[in-house]
């Protein structure tokens, strides 16, 4: 069953009708709904294409959370081979919030990580919601020395709503991990690229796509606060979120005009959680030709190409 969300209300009534009708043919095989099935299901057809074509920076926020949407596990099953976890940060613990470990892309050996939400409830608790703890940074930044020493290409999936704020997380150093990351981003010798593939949040996304290159799913959002945090400090209402997530410019085509991201990839109609497939391999394609645009730039080509992008933001900001 498709979880709708609430702006979904009235699709989710046809598609329902449409299903009903189904079946009622299914238990009474006399029975002849397909004309009067076929007419609702290019009603929704219609409806889905209307709601999607359009969507609000508030409603794209909730697309980019949806429990079906595909998470991080699903790209790495679908799109890598001989898939190798590397588990802990050899300091305090293995936090599942961040998986990562080597892989080959096309045949190419390759380092992956991401962020990871789970999707059900079992999973969901495991993996902390996609909130990272400081060792899970921890752990991504002995991965990304692994990849600069053996000179892997490193893909990092962005998947979270920000870094975790608890107590035990702030002791153990929160802010200097997701810094200390961040700076690991900038300075590896090999071609990094950043996918962000439903909620990229605060310092808890940067610290993973400080990259070469950044793309983002259509329907994903990008952001240095959720706007219900953003409507709770500036209005002190966070029912406001909709004029924050407004004012945010979280879109991934508002990020791409502002120079903060490089690519867009087209979801399928209704979103990623409607056709996981689909959604999958064009992030595939995407990542295959974010990697041809770096090809044959040595280490120092890299670092460069990746310091100059993120001092070109403010720049292009400012000419804004």
Same mark, same amino acid.
């Given at each position: 069953m498709t979880q709708y969300m609430d702006f979904e209300k009235p699709l989710?009534?046809?598609?329902?009708?449409?299903?009903?009708?189904?079946?009622?043919?299914?238990?009474?095989?006399?029975?002849d709904v397909t004309e009067e099935a076929a007419a609702l299901d290019v009603k929704a057809s219609a409806m889905l294409e209307d709601l999607y074509k359009s969507l609000t920076p508030w409603r794209k926020c909730q697309v980019a959370r949806h429990?079906?949407?595909?998470h991080c596990q699903d790209y790495i099953n679908a799109l890598f081979t001989d898939y190798t976890p590397l588990a802990? #940060?050899?300091?305090?613990?293995?936090?599942?919030a961040?998986?990562?470990?080597?892989?080959?892309?096309?045949?190419?050996?390759?380092?992956?990580?991401?962020?990871?939400?789970?999707? #059900?409830?079992?999973?969901?608790?495991?993996?902390?919601?996609?909130?990272?703890?400081?060792?899970?940074?921890r752990k991504a930044i002995r991965l990304m020395d692994i990849a600069?020493?053996?000179?892997?290409?490193?893909?990092?999936?962005?998947?979270?709503?920000?870094?975790?704020?608890?107590?035990?997380?702030?002791?153990?150093?929160?802010?200097e991990a997701i810094a200390r990351a961040t700076e690991k981003c900038l300075q590896i010798g090999v071609p990094l690229i950043s996918v962000v593939i439903g909620e990229g949040?605060?310092?808890?996304?940067?610290?993973?796509?400080?990259?070469?290159?950044?793309?983002?799913?259509?329907h994903s959002v990008y952001s240095v606060i959720s706007p219900e945090g953003c409507a709770s400090i500036l209005w002190k209402d966070a029912e406001k979120m909709r004029e924050a997530a407004e004012a945010l410019r979280l879109?991934?085509? #508002?990020?791409?005009?502002?120079?903060?991201?490089?690519?867009i990839i087209p979801e399928p109609m209704g979103g990623a959680h409607r056709d996981a497939a689909t959604a999958i391999a064009a992030v595939g394609r995407a990542i295959e030709g974010m990697l041809q645009d770096l090809q044959g730039k040595d280490a120092q080509a890299l670092v460069a190409d990746r310091r100059n992008k993120f001092l070109e933001i403010g720049a292009k900001g400012l000419a804004a």
């Open positions: 989710a009534e046809i598609e329902g009708k449409a299903e009903e009708l189904r079946a009622l043919a299914r238990a009474n095989e006399e029975m429990p079906e949407r595909p802990g #940060d050899r300091n305090f613990a293995d936090d599942h961040v998986m990562g470990g080597l892989a080959r892309f096309n045949d190419t050996p390759i380092m992956v990580i991401g962020h990871e939400k789970g999707n #059900d409830t079992k999973s969901r608790i495991e993996r902390n919601f996609g909130m990272a703890r400081p060792e899970g940074y600069h020493r053996f000179g892997l290409p490193l893909i990092t999936l962005v998947d979270t709503p920000g870094a975790y704020p608890g107590k035990g997380a702030e002791e153990r150093g929160q802010s949040g605060s310092g808890g996304a940067v610290a993973f796509a400080t990259a070469n290159r950044v793309a983002m799913l259509e879109t991934a085509s #508002d990020l791409k005009q502002l120079g903060v991201i490089d690519r």
